[in-house]
T-cell receptor, first 113, second 110 residues
Framework: DAGVIQSPRHEVTEMGQEVTLRCKPI?????LFWYRQTMMRGLELLIY????????DSGMPEDRFSAKMPNASFSTLKIQPSEPRDSAVYFC???????????FGPGTRLTVT | GQNIDQPTEMTATEGAIVQINCTYQ??????LFWYQQHAGEAPTFLSY????GLEEKGRFSSFLSRSKGYSYLLLKELQMKDSASYLC???????????FGAGTQVVVTP
């Protein structure tokens, strides 16, 4: 298996622009997680899905952030409008059940200028 | 809210043993994960403890005491490649959602 795939790997955008991050989980996994990692705040869970349904989005910072999972093999995290404080590495991870290890994608490094 | 406490940094020499402690207070606990993260890379799974006691996996072992809200990760026969951040992550609800600690940076010296 190719593992969790994320795109793009790097994104540089200007404040106010819309940013869309993409994730393809490992085939057969029923949980998908979106994380954000910064030096100041560490690794934070933003939202997670079970069988394509959002279970907990309490970690989403504000209404500028939204996430969707239209099918079992694809998810997006959108930031609109983006701000410099959104600069971080965004990881997507998937797992089979919650009592099993999560496999992380390589991350998207977002820089908002 | 959740509270996870682990040391910021630990230094040890090659071949030595290091124990990384983690204490936590969560509103709903099912188990605790340990992840390793090398600089610039994604976290990778090391262990998952559900029951009290020690789980051993080669050079790495993880211990859990549910009543004490305490876990440790033991790294034996340290190698240079073990230099990384180690993240403690207790679950926080019945769905299995979990929260990562800030991580312990382990520096292995020759």
């Amino acid at each position: 298996d190719a593992g969790v795939i994320q795109s793009p790997r790097h994104e540089v955008t200007e404040m106010g622009q819309e940013v869309t991050l993409r994730c393809k989980p490992i085939s057969g996994h029923d949980y998908l997680f979106w994380y954000r990692q910064t030096m100041m705040r560490g690794l934070e869970l933003l939202i997670y899905f079970n069988n394509n349904v959002p279970i907990d989005d309490s970690g989403m910072p504000e209404d500028r952030f939204s996430a969707k999972m239209p099918n079992a093999s694809f998810s997006t995290l959108k930031i609109q409008p983006s701000e410099p404080r959104d600069s971080a590495v965004y990881f997507c991870a998937s797992s089979f059940g919650t009592s099993y290890e999560q496999y992380f994608g390589p991350g998207t490094r977002l820089t908002v200028t | 809210g959740q509270n996870i406490d682990q040391p910021t940094e630990m230094t040890a020499t090659e071949g030595a043993i290091v124990q990384i402690n983690c204490t936590y207070q969560t509103s709903g606990f099912n188990g605790l994960f340990w992840y390793q993260q090398h600089a610039g890379e994604a976290p990778t799974f090391l262990s998952y403890n559900v029951l009290d006691g020690l789980e051993e996996k080669g050079r790495f072992s993880s211990f859990l005491s549910r009543s004490k809200g305490y876990s440790y990760l033991l790294l034996k026969e340290l190698q240079m490649k073990d230099s990384a951040s180690y993240l403690c992550a207790p679950t926080t609800d019945s769905w299995g959602k979990f929260q990562f600690g800030a991580g312990t940076q382990v520096v292995v010296t020759p």
